[in-house]
C-alpha cells in the first residue's frame, strides 16, 4: 500500500514538470541530495564515445524498441541485463556501432525522465509552501472564531474540520517527500547498471 503511494505520489511530481522548462527548475529545491539537473555520458558510461555516433538511435527500430523497454524502471534490472545480453547476442559486425547506438537511446530517455523528476519535485514542494501558508492563515481564523463569543459553534467545528484536513494533507506530503527526493538517484543508477551491461557485452 505504502508503495501504491509513493507511486501515485511520484506520478503527481512528474505531472507537474512540464510547468517548468526542462533545466530551469526554480529555487524550491527541498531535497537534501544536492541538485544535479542532468547527467553527462561520463557521469554513467564508460564505453565509445556517443556524440561520435552518426545514426540517430530512433532510426533503428530494433533499438528503439528495446529502449522504450529498459528505460521502464518497473522492468527489474536482471530481466534488462538479460535482454541487452540477448540483443547482443544477436549482432555481428556492427556489435559495438549498435550497442553504443543502445545506450545513446537510454541515456537521453532516461535523462530526460530524470531532469522531469527533479522539476516536478521543485514545483511540488513550491506547492507545499503554499498549503503551508493556507494552513497557517486558516489556524490564524480559527483563533479568531473561538475567540468571538459571538461566532456560531457549527461554524468554528466546520472551521475545525477544514484545518484538520488541509494539515493531514500538508503533513502526508511532507512525509512522503525524501522517498521521492530518492527517486532521481534511482535513475542514475539504474542507467550506469544498463551502461555497464553494455558494455560487458561489447567485443573485447
Same mark, same amino acid.
Given at each position: ?34 541538485? =544535479?539537473? !542532468? %547527467? ?9 564515445? +556517443? /556524440?561520435?555516433? @552518426?545514426? *540517430? ?5 530494433? =533499438?528503439? !524498441? %528495446? ?9 527489474? +534490472? /536482471?530481466?534488462? @541485463?538479460? *535482454? ?23 541515456? @537521453? ?6 531532469g522531469q523528476i527533479i522539476d516536478g519535485i521543485e514545483r511540488y514542494a513550491h506547492r507545499q509552501r503554499e498549503v503551508a501558508q493556507k494552513v497557517r492563515s486558516m489556524a490564524s481564523e480559527l483563533g479568531a472564531l473561538r475567540k468571538d463569543p459571538n461566532a456560531d459553534a457549527a461554524a468554528i467545528d466546520e472551521a475545525k474540520t477544514a484545518l484538520d ?40
Amino acid at each position: 500500500m505504502a508503495s501504491l503511494r509513493l507511486a501515485a505520489l511520484l506520478a503527481a511530481v512528474i505531472a507537474a514538470a512540464p510547468a517548468v522548462a526542462a533545466g530551469q527548475g526554480t529555487s524550491d529545491w527541498p531535497c537534501v541530495q544536492r541538485k =544535479v539537473p !542532468a %547527467l553527462t555520458p561520463a557521469a554513467v558510461w564508460t564505453g565509445p564515445d +556517443i /556524440e561520435a555516433l @552518426e545514426t *540517430d538511435w530512433r532510426d533503428d527500430e530494433e =533499438v528503439a !524498441a %528495446l529502449v522504450r523497454r529498459l528505460s521502464q524502471r518497473r522492468v527489474p +534490472i /536482471e530481466e534488462a @541485463e538479460a *535482454d541487452i545480453a540477448a540483443f547482443a547476442a544477436e549482432l555481428d559486425a556492427d556489435k559495438t556501432e549498435r550497442l553504443t547506438l543502445l545506450f545513446a537511446g537510454l541515456f @537521453e530517455t532516461m535523462n530526460t525522465e530524470r531532469g522531469q523528476i527533479i522539476d516536478g519535485i521543485e514545483r511540488y514542494a513550491h506547492r507545499q509552501r503554499e498549503v503551508a501558508q493556507k494552513v497557517r492563515s486558516m489556524a490564524s481564523e480559527l483563533g479568531a472564531l473561538r475567540k468571538d463569543p459571538n461566532a456560531d459553534a457549527a461554524a468554528i467545528d466546520e472551521a475545525k474540520t477544514a484545518l484538520d484536513w488541509q494539515t493531514r494533507i500538508y503533513n502526508e506530503r511532507r512525509a512522503s517527500l525524501p522517498y521521492v527526493c530518492e527517486v532521481p538517484r534511482f535513475v542514475e543508477q539504474r542507467l550506469f547498471a544498463l551502461g555497464r551491461a553494455i558494455v560487458k557485452a561489447m567485443p573485447n
